[in-house]
């Protein structure tokens, strides 16, 4: 597979899951599973503790226990450890946090993982998606990719396509590369998929062109890097269109082990994950895990020459 080169920064091969003992924390695990299957990837299964508790460390170790709950948490995470392939590098560690988000983006920035998996709770107006608090303050304030499982995800891996949802808002530079540099890592097709709304109809007439859309939503040089992997056959273009997101990407036809990534909002800070509106209602519909990517995450400027930030799981 080969595209034009744009800037992105060497990737660390990490992936943390955020796991609680639950059937949403499995969900999870099974997607850190499938995102490693086949790669040179290390999964980190983190688990909260109170911020009173002054255990924390990585597990299983050999020394005793302080408290019945550092007891507890330890044999989920022996429990957690135990489901996991032979073949995949993996360790689990308690960290200590009176917030289980703030605790979590602060241990993938530590570790400086290039993803955030966590999961769905059972229920909830979104479907196969019911974000929780912790969930959803990381979708409003993670630093890092945060990968979100669908309820009862059992996918075993490895992952079969990466697809793209981009319009003309901002954060479309971030998921065209991601989207680019993650489909060549793993050496499986891309799917640029461009969203078209009614309520946009000066933009269908561009949105219908996608490597057209690629240019003007996000830049040229990830526009030629698109028309490069097309013409060579490793990435294929989709328009959705619709008079909102739920009735424009129900046509869409999805593959077992295929991974979707969308843009953070307008309202995202620099560095900082923001799941807007067009994106929540993308959870409603999409069955597949969903990547959210920070603002600027990887920033792929035509003149400059600056170091860009990003990676790829």
Not at 9 to 19: K, L
């Amino acid at each position: 597979m080969s595209a034009e080169s744009f800037q992105r920064r060497e990737t660390q091969g990490t992936i943390v899951i955020g796991y609680v003992a639950t059937e949403c924390g499995m969900d999870a695990l099974r997607l850190g599973i499938a995102l490693a299957r086949g790669r040179d990837i290390k999964l980190e299964i983190v688990m909260v503790a109170p911020a009173h508790n002054s255990f924390s460390g990585t597990y299983p170790h050999d020394r005793g226990y302080d408290s019945i709950l550092e007891e507890q948490i330890a044999r989920w995470l022996e429990e957690a450890l135990s489901r996991v392939p032979e073949s995949i590098k993996c360790t689990a560690r308690i960290v200590p946090g009176e917030s289980e988000a703030s605790a979590l983006n602060a241990t993938a920035v530590e570790l400086n993982a290039d993803l955030l998996v966590v999961g769905a709770r059972k229920g909830g107006i979104f479907g196969r998606f019911q974000m929780g608090a912790a969930v959803n303050m990381l979708l409003h304030s993670a630093a890092v990719p945060v990968a979100l499982a669908p309820r009862g995800y059992q996918y075993p891996g490895p992952i079969s396509r990466v697809t793209t949802c981009f319009g003309p808002r901002p954060g479309t530079s971030d998921v065209i590369a991601i989207g680019i540099d993650r489909a060549q890592r793993r050496e499986v097709p891309l799917r640029l998929v461009s969203l078209v709304l009614s309520k946009e109809s000066d933009m269908q007439g561009l949105g219908t062109d996608v490597p057209s859309a690629v240019d003007a939503y996000a830049n040229r040089r990830l526009g030629t890097a698109a028309k490069n992997l097309v013409a060579t056959g490793y990435a294929s273009t989709t328009v959705a269109s619709g008079k909102d997101v739920e009735s424009a990407l129900s046509s869409l036809e999805w593959q077992e082990g295929e991974i979707a990534v969308v843009g953070s909002s307008r309202m995202a800070v620099p560095g900082r994950l923001f799941l807007g509106s067009t994106a929540a209602r993308m959870l409603r519909t999409i069955p597949v895990p969903m990547v959210v990517v920070p603002a600027g995450y990887m920033r792929t400027d035509d003149e400059s020459s600056k170091t860009t930030q990003g990676g790829g799981e």
